[in-house]
């Protein structure tokens, strides 16, 4: 399996998926069902979430390892500072070097809901950029570096300008590219790249997008990331929000365009989260 930086070698676009550990057996079951859909869409690589001091990650790098053996398709495995000593995340990072994994996105995380109030201490680290930065001193080139990007501005940090520089600190200690956070209007993720160009960072920024296939539940999920539910979103979602078909009709249509104008405004590739589902992914790589 390829780092993504030699597969970014090749200038063109990529495009990827994002899956997340389930809880149950029965979950991981129907997972693996999901993966064989995916992977037969041939994506350049498919990120796998994590999660925070125990529960499901071991089952992140599981389902990355999965991946790679089984379906010969790079994974990314995400990791998070939260809840970890240096220490423990030095053994993660061995350990995931150990099962051919070549590629982290390295991100802070939030504390979990059983620890919500949890801080950081001398042990820990605080921001994700401390995490590249060690990636880098202890285990060199061997790894492939993604971390996270707001077109919006980070939910702590409204201030796109200084959320650009918290940016570019993560690639002065070691990142490759960056993967952005969901978001609805375009013109938020080329003024977001226009602004990371500005200050030099020159990587990669791959745009995250959603399907849309519930919209209720869109806007508990978007109240939780910070994302916009833009006006367009609204006049479009809001009548048929209790038709579960013309729903799923107009996110595939609303995929597609945001996809297409992405791409065609220089955009080097589309990342779906795709909540663990094959379709309407499936739909919207076909058009």
Same mark, same amino acid.
């Given at each position: ?101 070549? %590629? ?46 707001? /077109? ?33 209007? %375009? ?19 791959? /745009? ?56 065609? %405004? ?22």
């Amino acid at each position: 399996m390829k780092k993504l930086t030699e597969v970014f070698k090749t200038g063109k676009p990529t495009f990827s998926f994002e899956l997340f550990p389930p809880k149950t057996e029965e979950g991981y079951q129907k997972l693996l069902t999901t993966i064989a859909g995916l992977t037969a869409l041939k994506p350049d690589f498919i990120s796998v979430t994590y999660g925070a001091g125990g529960g499901s990650r071991d089952k992140t790098f599981e389902i990355v390892q999965y991946i790679q053996e089984k379906h010969r398709i790079t994974g990314v495995a995400h990791l998070t500072c939260v809840l970890h000593t240096k220490d423990e995340i030095k053994n993660i990072l061995t350990d995931v070097k150990k099962r051919g994994i070549q %590629n982290v996105l390295a991100l802070r995380g939030d504390p979990p809901k059983e620890n919500p109030d949890w801080q950081p201490g001398p042990e820990n680290f605080k921001y994700s950029s401390e995490l590249c930065a060690f990636i880098r001193q202890h285990f060199g080139d061997h790894f492939g570096i993604g971390v996270a990007g707001f /077109p919006e501005g980070h939910l702590l940090c409204r201030d796109r300008d200084r959320d650009a520089q918290f940016l570019k600190i993560k690639f002065d200690n070691g990142a490759d590219y960056v993967i952005t956070q969901l978001f609805f209007n %375009n013109k938020d993720y080329v003024d977001y790249v226009a602004r990371l160009r500005k200050i030099g960072v020159n990587a990669r920024v791959i /745009p995250g997008i959603i399907p849309i296939t519930d919209y209720q539940a869109l806007l508990r999920f978007c109240a939780l990331c910070g994302a916009t539910i833009t006006d367009e979103l609204k006049t479009i979602f809001e009548p048929i929000q209790n038709d579960k078909e013309a729903t799923l009709k107009a996110g595939i249509d609303f995929a597609i365009r945001q996809g297409r104008e992405l791409l065609k %405004n220089g955009a080097p590739g589309i990342h779906f989260y795709t909540l663990n589902k094959l379709s309407p992914i499936d739909i919207i790589l076909q058009k």
